[in-house]
């Protein structure tokens, strides 16, 4: 077999597997419908937060906060772009890693994993959903915002935003799959996402600036994925920065992404060999 | 590899693996042994199966049945031994899941909030198909195990029985070339119990290999080809369902007799006194005082026994074994006989 022909094989593997993908996306719709009172109140709850910081914007005088990008810019146009980036963090990961729990507890799992299908493509397949579903949502919470308390967002800071998020979403995947991968091997995982959720409310600066932190402390979280991110995203949408801007938390940000989904994918790889191997993968 | 033409799903591949390698036996274990801790669950067990063969794995509550179908599907590695599944060992690799099909011994396997054919269409298209493809061979298996009338109620409205038929459909999607199947039937009724198993003699008929795990001793006479019947971890037999039939060396019969002697004599001292070492005899409970069970002594035939019996005048009327021939090999064989 030629070199040619092994790797139109690889290729076709690889098509073959990616054509599954909308299948998984169709079942968790389907699943997803079927609560239909869960979407309602999951915007209910939404619309709440935005009221919640429109009032706590209330307490801050205006004069004691950062500009962004030279523009001087409200607690709640600051906290929303945090907010809305925070929130999508912890919606990831706790989706991400309860979608295989969610298989094991439903005993789907075994039947999954006995299809011809690569495990990447069904921890892929799983979330697939939610990667279409937690950004419209976040949209969704940012033009509300917006459209409610007349925000100032800029246009041109849209694409930048949206760039950022993109390289950001295999970073919190490949920490949803790292806890995932935990849940697998120790069942109980909780710790993780809250581990997920302190690090996102101290160290990212989703409610307050990071410059309010200790030294020491501030030192970390300027180094931390979430909070360039959220800088990056602040920087565009509130301060208008352009793809030129942002390059530099770009080229930070990819290679974080890079190690976190290389790391949970390995992760549950090896947790998923370790289950077939004590036979305890149906097992919850 | 040049007989087979390019496939255009999994599905296909699987079957041109079974083109390509049908002179080779379906499934080959061999000494597997599986330990949990110091436990030994299966001990050096070896054995094949054929196309086209419904293969029993009998075997009393830990006997390692489910071990063994799940070291067969690939859900779990073994501490020791191989498995080849036509050719490919046993494992994880897509090439070999194309290979099986399985129905769980858990009830729960579907996602439940969606419809029947909503879950087989999906895991159709986990083998592979296209959705055209996967909605017409979903409804080809609905149809086929009799749910097609239930193809858009939600799986959590499925009865039990209906469930179990839907695990059938699912595992006969691919048209896999080996299904494995574990104690499918133990909590149906007679009839779904039946149906699972004309739907699984069926696809046995169409080449499959079938390896059907079981505790029910009723359901493999006329049903299956061959038995392994398996007692702590090790083939206590292995044969046809005749030849285990034939290791039965039935001990116990249930009698009605019919006291034939004169009044003041009653029939179960006079049976007692007449059997001597022969063997013993007892009535069966305390409402009939014509069932009783007669127990053979060893190296004693029945004939002896009966004509002892018929000698003091009292009438045989009916004789049959207390068990069932599989049933006494089963108990003798797993070291469970009295």
């Not at chain 2, 599907?73 to 490919?88: E, M």
Request: with cysteine; glycine share 10%.
């Amino acid at each position: 077999m030629s070199i040619l022909e092994l790797e139109a094989g690889h290729l076709g593997a690889l098509t073959g597997e990616l054509r599954k993908l909308p299948a998984f996306v169709r079942r968790d719709f389907l699943v997803a419908w079927s609560y239909r009172m869960s979407f309602v109140s999951d915007l209910v709850n939404l619309a709440g937060q935005i009221v919640v910081f429109y009032f706590i914007g209330q307490l801050v005088d205006p004069s004691r906060f950062p500009t962004v990008g030279g523009s001087a810019v409200t607690y709640l146009e600051f906290a929303a772009v945090g907010i809305a980036l925070g929130v999508f963090i912890q919606f990831g990961l706790d989706r991400v890693s309860a979608a295989m729990r969610g298989e094991q507890l439903m005993g789907t799992l075994e039947s999954v994993l006995m299809t011809p299908t690569a495990p990447a493509t069904v921890q892929l397949g799983s979330v697939a959903f939610d990667l279409i579903y937690i950004p419209l949502r976040t949209a969704v919470f940012l033009g509300g915002i917006t459209l409610a308390f007349g925000l100032n967002f800029s246009a041109g800071g849209i694409i930048p935003a949206l760039l950022l998020l993109i390289a950001f979403i295999p970073f919190v995947w490949g920490l949803g799959v790292l806890t995932a991968a935990a849940l697998l091997t120790f069942r109980r995982g909780s710790g993780f996402v809250g581990l997920g959720a302190v690090v996102v409310g101290l160290l990212s600066g989703v409610y307050f600036p990071l410059d309010l932190l200790p030294g020491w402390l501030s030192g970390i979280a300027a180094g931390n994925p979430v909070a360039l991110t959220i800088d990056g995203m602040r920087d565009a949408l509130l301060g208008g920065a352009s793809l030129v801007d942002i390059a530099p938390t770009l080229a930070l940000l990819v290679p974080f992404s890079a190690a976190s989904l290389a790391l949970g994918l390995g992760s549950f790889r090896l947790a998923v060999r370790r289950e077939r191997r004590r036979g305890t993968l149906g097992l919850y | 590899m040049s007989a087979v033409s390019a496939p255009s799903s999994d599905v296909a591949r699987s079957r041109a693996a079974v083109r390509v390698l049908e002179d080779t036996s379906t499934i080959e274990a061999r000494a597997l042994v599986q330990r949990f801790g110091t436990k030994v669950v299966l001990d050096s067990l070896s054995f094949e199966v054929q196309p086209s063969t419904i293969h029993a794995l009998l075997g009393p509550n830990g006997a390692g049945k489910t071990t063994l179908i799940r070291i067969l599907a690939g859900l779990l590695v073994p501490s020791g031994g191989t498995v080849q599944i036509l050719g490919v060992a046993a494992g994880s690799s897509r090439s070999f899941r194309r290979l099986i099909g399985l129905l769980p011994s858990g009830d729960r396997s579907f996602y439940l909030r969606i419809s029947g054919i909503e879950n087989l269409v999906f895991f159709a298209r986990l083998h592979g198909m296209r959705r055209r493809e996967a909605a017409r061979r979903a409804r080809e298996v609905l149809e086929e195990v009799g749910l097609e009338d239930a193809a858009t109620t939600r799986v959590a409205f499925y009865s039990h029985g209906m469930q179990k038929r839907l695990s059938v459909a699912r595992a006969l999607l691919a048209d896999p070339p080996i299904l494995l199947i574990d104690e499918a039937t133990h909590d149906l009724d007679p009839d779904g119990a039946r149906r699972v198993r004309e739907l699984v003699a069926a696809a046995a008929g169409r080449g499959t290999a079938v390896v059907w795990a079981t505790q029910r001793l009723d359901e493999i006479r006329g049903f299956a080809d061959r038995v392994t019947l398996l007692a702590e971890g090790r083939a206590a037999f292995a044969g046809t369902v005749p030849e285990l039939m034939a290791t039965a060396v039935p001990r116990r019969y249930l009698l009605r007799l019919r006291n034939g002697l004169p009044v003041r004599y009653s029939l179960e001292s006079a049976g007692r006194s007449a059997l001597g070492s022969l063997g013993t005899l007892e009535l069966v409970g305390e409402s009939s005082s014509e069932h009783y069970v007669l127990a053979l002594a060893d190296e004693v035939v029945l004939g002896d026994a009966l004509a002892a019996l018929s000698r003091v005048s009292i009438d045989v009327l009916t004789c049959r074994e207390e068990r069932s021939e599989i049933e006494q090999a089963f108990l003798a064989l797993a070291g469970k006989s009295e």
